[in-house]
């Protein structure tokens, strides 16, 4: 099972990828060195699915998969055990042999996938043993995930609508030349893949949809069509890659990130600076969020060390907070993005692996939104105001020159009354 490693994007990369792929390959052990594991915040995709839509000239359609679109694969579940299993290994000594309430809390999205991926790592993680084995014959035993409707999930479903300043970033990012280029030189393939596709729509940010769909039934041997070749496939997963980067990069990150993954970043920043409370009795040792390729983007282009490729199925993103022998707190980042190997250290820009915790405050502050709901409203810029005033002006104008002229109608239809008046007064003064 691989879940792919790295490969070039479209776009310059940040600094922040060549540290991750120049980073040492082999993750510090959480037990390793004077430090003492305090809390990990785990966020991560679901494993593999079946396509999330087809499109309208697809020769295989929605019953080819046996749960229909958008459902958690037998492959994805073996994923998620994996994973699990794997994050057994890491925090074995950490979190309690035996599953404990109070030391996990798994979140999800409210969608099949992330809900059943959750519940098959959990599997992997917290096998049952001893008096927690329930019934001999499974190896499993229930643990809660939690979850809240879509339409109220503010943290993990990226990215976050409703919100105009977004809608207007987003606007703008079509104008950069980066866009602006991709457009030109994919007007033709595109063209080819509405055409093939029957789609009436494919753009460069709806094209993902199409690689997605011909992705999935590539990962569960269906035979695509003669016009889907390698180089075809190539280009769609590029254009698909960028359509991760525009979303929440290329073009004024820092505010984008405010208005979405930023959230996110400020929830676990949150919790962390949380379990610097060392007298809490009983704490909380894991933070679990279960969620999808956007949430994962949406976060690591906050932390500006997005790699510029999609996630991979049940690929992970690991916060570990620290406390030193010194007493003092720090923050170190890994990336698990490869089934069977160790998770790679990724380190904050500006900082070092182990972040001391009032640099990751300090770094990331940029990003946390204190009010999104303020930030979302499109603010009146200069440009704006100068408009509104010279609009305005325009109007006062016309409205001053309406009056004038009724005034002067007024004025001669009162004159030509008079007039009248007075020559009937004439003729009655000689009769
Ligand atoms: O595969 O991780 C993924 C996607 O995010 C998927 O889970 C999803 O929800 N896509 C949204 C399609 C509109």
């Not at 593999?48 to 958690?72: C, T, V």
């Amino acid at each position: 099972m691989a879940l792919g490693l790295p490969s070039p994007s479209l776009s310059s990369r940040t600094p922040s990828l060549l540290l991750l792929l120049s980073a040492v390959s082999v993750a510090s052990h959480p037990a390793a060195g004077d430090r003492t594991l305090r809390f990990v915040t785990l966020v991560y995709r679901h494993g593999d699915r079946s396509p999330i839509k087809a499109y309208p000239n697809d020769p295989h359609q929605e019953n080819a998969w046996p749960q229909g679109f958008g459902q958690l694969s037998q492959e994805g579940m073996r994923q998620h055990l994996e994973l699990g299993q794997a994050l057994r290994r890491r925090y074995r000594g950490f979190l309690d042999e035996s599953y404990n309430r109070r030391e996990i809390s798994v979140h999800s999205t409210d969608v099949d996938r992330t809900l059943m991926s959750a519940e098959a790592n959990l599997a992997g993680l917290y096998p049952p043993n001893g008096s927690q084995v329930f019934n001999p014959n499974i190896t499993w035993q229930p643990i809660p995930v939690h979850t809240v409707p879509h339409a109220e999930d503010k943290l993990l479903s990226f990215p976050l609508l409703d919100c105009p300043r977004y809608d207007l970033l987003m606007n703008e990012s079509k104008k950069t030349d980066i866009y602006v280029n991709l457009m030109n030189t994919s007007k033709e393939f595109l063209d080819m893949v509405r055409n093939n596709t029957g789609l009436k729509d494919a753009s460069v940010e709806t094209v993902w949809s199409v690689h997605d769909t011909l992705f999935c039934e590539t990962k569960h041997n269906m035979t695509l069509p003669a016009w889907v070749t390698p180089d075809v496939m190539e280009r769609l997963r590029k254009l698909k890659d960028f359509s991760f980067e525009f979303m929440f990069g290329i073009y004024k990150r820092e505010e984008k990130s405010r208005l979405q993954g930023g959230i996110l970043v400020g929830h676990i920043v949150k919790n962390i600076s949380d379990a610097a409370n060392l007298s809490a009795v009983d704490p909380l040792k894991m933070m679990v969020y279960s969620a999808h390729d956007t949430t994962i983007v949406a976060l690591q282009a906050a932390l500006n060390v997005f790699s510029g490729i999609q996630p991979p199925y049940a690929s992970c993103h690991i916060f570990e907070f620290y406390v030193e022998s010194n007493g003092s707190f720090t923050v170190a980042m890994f990336y698990r993005n490869e089934t069977g190997k160790e998770p790679y250290p990724v380190t904050l820009p500006g900082c070092t692996q182990f972040c001391p915790l009032e640099d990751f405050i300090r770094i990331t502050k940029p990003v946390v939104p204190e009010d999104r709901e303020k930030e979302c409203q499109i603010s009146r810029t200069l440009k704006d105001t100068a408009e509104v005033v010279v609009g305005l002006a325009v109007c006062g104008c016309l409205l001053s020159l309406l009056i004038a002229l009724l005034f002067t109608v007024l004025c001669r239809q009162r004159d030509h009354v008079q007039g009248y008046r007075h020559v009937i007064n004439e003729g009655d003064e000689r009769s």
